[in-house]
Nanobody, 118 residues
Framework: QVQLVESGGGLVQPGGSLRLSCAAS????????MGWYRQAPGKQRELVAE?????????ADSVKGRFTISKDSAENTKYVYVQMNSLKPEDTAVYYC??????????WGQGTQVTVSS
């Protein structure tokens, strides 16, 4: 079992920046990749960015050049971050942290709201 806790959401004006953080605990040795998904009202949940344990990254086309995913680790905890710059109103969504195991099982955080509005 992997537990995920997100932080860093909030309200920001268009063009602004936010940094989301996620801490993974529990069976972190099973984690092959961590990432972020988002879900806007009335829309399906979509991948924002993912980073593997080896450091390979994957971004949604809509965030390339604006968002940067990174990772870190400490004893018994893994972290994933996403630096979000040049935010647009269409980035407004609930952002979920996810961890994918080597056997394909996914764990999810509770979500954090990001609102981009003037």
């Amino acid at each position: 079992q992997v537990q995920l806790v997100e932080s860093g959401g909030g309200l920001v004006q268009p063009g602004g920046s936010l940094r989301l953080s996620c801490a993974a605990s529990g069976s972190i040795f099973t984690i092959a990749a961590m990432g972020w998904y988002r879900q806007a009202p009335g829309k399906q949940r979509e991948l924002v960015a993912e980073i593997t344990s080896g450091g390979s990254t994957n971004y949604a086309d809509s965030v390339k050049g604006r968002f940067t995913i990174s990772k870190d680790s400490a004893e018994n905890t893994k972290y994933v971050y996403v630096q979000m710059n040049s935010l647009k109103p269409e980035d407004t969504a609930v952002y979920y942290c996810t961890a994918r195991s080597y056997v394909g099982k996914s764990s999810w955080g509770q979500g954090t709201q990001v609102t981009v509005s003037s």
